[in-house]
């Protein structure tokens, strides 16, 4: 029996280090920036829960998800991004669920040239966001939406009230714009902030103003605050709502004020009540099975589907890329994103998204319905 030498034994060991570490490096890394904690928690914790359903393996690549918890803070979104690209070497990253460490993020993503799949619909200055796309619907695409429900229900005037961060001035500037179109005028703007315990003040202003309706740009429990307020002063008429309130938290916490509420919302919501000829209907079966087999009976969230839909785009453009380039490397990130700019009709839970070089929303109608709370549930407008 021949026993190795010594250098023999060590050349096996180098030659081992350098197949493990030729393996480690054709992973596909991808970093993730979740909120879950913090004040956009309501939104990030969903999202947290979903990732255990994004897919292990693409094409024969593992895929290397590193979660970390941003606290709905910008300024640690930003650190975040920054491990991601300088020590991670990430391919892709995902996140956040708030709106301000999604922008904080994107800075970090054209400086380093890596392709951001951002869980919120953020709205960037001009000539920025080259590597950023939006998996949640752009708030343009909503505001429409409610425009035109409002019009059809004779709504000739609307009373605003909104987070007083970017969501809620997105959506001031986005429904004025729709209403206004739709011949309906926007007779006063109130603002509140997202850790508010009271909005007395600012609900008295709207009741003054006599607006057939009330729409409320807020997100996740923070949504119910105006709801509840504007009912407890004795505001009768209809409220709307924005995509973002679409979680049972609104009406858990609303309670019987929220009834009657109508808002936008993504297909998931409420999956079983698409026609079954609708493509999204598929996947969002599938991922609201999933998420309440694990959670709960209604659990399921407007935001928590966004990472499960990050796994559909990532099954769609990764195989593509490979094929240009391997992971860990710029290359492989540049052929991600082409893939993601010329791969047609992803279909998703929230819609079909087909992004190009100048739309990085890539949603159509496709990617919106219109909901009722009817006695504690959604109900599917027509």
Do not use: C
């Not at 010329?342 to 949603?363: P, W």
């Amino acid at each position: 029996m021949l026993i190795p030498s010594p250098r023999t034994l060590a050349h096996a060991a180098l030659a081992a280090l350098s197949l493990a570490s030729a393996i480690a490096q054709a992973d596909v890394t991808v970093g993730v920036s979740i909120a879950s904690t913090g004040p956009s928690a309501s939104l990030g914790i969903p999202q947290k829960n979903t990732m255990p359903f994004l897919p292990e393996t693409i094409a024969g690549e593992k895929i290397h998800y590193i979660v970390m918890d941003d606290g709905s803070d910008p300024t640690q979104g930003t650190k975040i991004a920054r491990r991601f690209v300088t020590d991670d070497k990430v391919d892709i990253i995902l996140g956040s669920s708030a709106v301000a460490p999604s922008i904080a993020i994107s800075e970090v993503a054209d400086e380093s040239q890596t392709v951001q799949l951002a869980f919120s619909p953020i709205e960037l200055k001009p000539g920025r966001g080259a590597w950023t796309y939006r998996l949640a619907q752009p708030v343009k695409l909503m505001a429409e939406a409610v425009a035109e429900r409002a019009k059809a229900n004779g709504v000739k005037s609307v009373a605003f009230i909104g987070f007083a961060d970017a969501y809620g001035e997105t959506w001031l500037k986005e429904f004025t714009a729709a209403a206004q179109t739709n011949g309906i005028k926007v007779t006063a703007a109130e603002r509140y902030a997202r850790s508010d315990t009271s909005v007395t003040a600012q609900a008295l202003k709207l009741i003054a103003a006599r607006a057939d309706a009330v729409l409320i740009a807020g997100a996740g429990t923070g949504a119910a605050l105006p709801h509840t307020t504007l009912r407890e002063r004795g505001y009768t008429g209809p409220i709307y709502q924005t995509h973002g309130a679409a979680t049972r938290d609104l009406i858990r916490i609303g309670g019987k004020a929220v009834n009657g509420a109508i808002l936008p919302a993504g297909p998931v919501i409420v999956a079983e009540q698409l026609p079954s000829n609708d493509p999204v209907k598929k996947p969002g079966m599938d991922y609201v099975t999933r998420y309440e087999k694990q959670y709960g009976p209604e659990t399921r969230t407007q935001f928590g589907a966004h990472p499960y839909d990050a796994g559909l785009v990532l099954q769609r453009i990764v195989p593509v890329a490979l094929k240009k380039a391997k992971p860990g490397t710029p290359e492989f990130r540049k052929a991600l994103k082409d893939a993601l700019e010329s791969e047609r009709d992803i279909v998703v839970s929230h819609g079909v998204l087909n992004y190009t070089a100048q739309d990085h929303f890539g949603f159509d109608k496709r990617g919106r319905v219109m909901l009722t709370i009817d006695n504690g549930n959604w109900k599917l407008l027509k």
